[in-house]
């Protein structure tokens, strides 16, 4: 009622200004829908002050009729819209209609209306077409020509290239790709994934090779697997406690990491698939870096010189890494070097927590268990020795008993005759 009053009010001081008239249109965002999606009509009014406005819906839809019914605050023309949104939930048509009367800041007030119709058709049946359209790493030939069906391609780029632009497009409008754009290569060779995912949801990957030619690769091999040496510090991560150095293998320059601690040396090495890790270097030789990190240790994985005693080899696995290990059916232990102080010692794994064992009184308890059983199983050969012993004392007592009841016997019969 106040509005109302501050609505007439405000008339009062307008008279004598020209307004444009007012009006109102209805609008969908669709002509068209699938059973099953939403569906909007907008009613806009123009150079109005006050409206009572409703928006009703009927046909294939649950509904979404709606009123409208307010004024401007200070009594001016201004224009406004009022949405409603609605599913779809049969074939047909869904009939959206405006009715309702709209006023003016001169207080001239018209009735509206109006309409608008949406088609509901049958939903579009979801694309399985997961192909590209096309791929190229810009500037450059990947080869084989491309080919949807095609899943690998390969390409060579100067040892001076550091980016490469992969450039793709896909097939089916309703596909998603991903994979694209710039990336960063290095020395060697560098995969690339590019992904295309159906509207189903179904993957197709299309696998990129760029070598980066290396015209003086230095290649090594480690556990049969080859790899190349990493020469370019950008592409190696420094890990914790360790300094970054350079060594010498063979006329280069490599980078490395170092831990005065424990001596260690790191580099970098690439295998055939582009993946680059951490290895100890060490005159000549390369051992695998597996790090295990928490608040408290860092640790690195060593073999140990000598086998323990009551247990068995078994592997684990750590950083998605398979690290070996040892078990005696109760405990699990791997061997490793602290970074921090440069010990070896063993730790206990539980699956979650890393702690240092001690195998000086792990020893000294399987001793004493030793000699409690030998104790145990020494007695018992004993108290066995002696019940044999009774028994074969009875045995033989018997048979002098038997004998002399004999004998006693055959006297009796004697006397008888």
Excluded: H
């Amino acid at each position: 009622m106040k509005k109302f009053l501050l609505f007439i009010s405000c008339l009062c001081f307008n008279i004598g200004i020209v307004y444009a008239a007012p009006s109102a249109s209805i609008s969908v965002n669709k002509s068209r829908v699938e059973n099953g999606s939403s569906v909007s009509a907008t009613v806009t009014v123009k150079s109005t002050a006050a409206w009572n406005i409703r928006i009703a819906s009927s046909g294939a839809t649950s509904g979404c009729t709606q009123k409208f019914a307010d004024a401007t605050g200070n009594g001016q023309n201004t224009t406004k819209s009022f949405t409603v949104t609605c599913k779809a939930t049969s074939l047909g048509t869904i009939n959206f209609t405006m009715t309702g009367d709209i006023t003016d800041a001169s207080g001239n007030n018209i009735s509206v209306s109006g309409s608008r119709n949406v088609s509901v058709v049958k939903p579009r049946e979801k694309s399985s077409n997961n192909y590209l359209k096309s791929l190229e790493v810009e500037g450059y030939e990947i080869s084989p020509a491309f080919d949807k069906k095609t899943s690998e391609y390969s390409v060579n780029v100067p040892s001076t290239v550091s980016k490469i632009n992969i450039k793709a497009s896909k097939e089916d409008s309703y596909s998603s790709i991903s994979g694209t754009g710039e990336k960063e290569v290095s020395e060697g060779l560098n995969t690339f994934d590019i992904t295309v995912i159906s509207e189903t949801g179904v993957s197709n990957i299309y696998s990129l090779k760029v070598n980066v030619l290396d015209q003086n690769p230095i290649e090594v091999t480690v556990n049969n697997i080859k790899y190349t040496v990493v020469k370019e510090s950008k592409n190696l991560t420094k890990p914790e406690l360790f300094e970054e150095t350079t060594i010498k293998i063979g006329e280069f320059d490599i980078p490395a990491f170092k831990n005065e601690t424990t001596g260690y040396t790191l580099v970098g090495l690439k295998d055939e698939s582009g993946n680059i890790s951490l290895f100890i270097y060490d005159d000549g030789k390369y051992q695998s870096y597996d790090e295990y990190l928490t608040k408290r240790l860092t640790l690195v994985f060593k073999t140990p010189s000598k086998r323990l005693n009551n247990f068995t080899s078994k592997t684990i696995t750590l950083n998605e890494k398979e690290i070996s290990a040892f078990t005696d059916g109760k405990v699990t232990l791997v061997y490793a070097v602290n970074l921090e102080d440069g010990k070896e010692a063993y730790y206990k794994y539980d699956g979650e927590v890393m702690q240092k064992f001690d195998i000086d009184e792990y020893n000294k308890e399987q001793k004493d268990k030793d000699l409690k059983e030998g104790i145990i199983y020494g007695l018992a050969a004993l108290s066995l020795g002696l019940f044999l012993i009774v028994i074969l004392i009875l045995v033989k007592n018997k048979k002098k008993l038997v004998a002399l009841s004999e004998k006693f016997k055959d006297n009796d019969i004697d006397n008888d005759k």
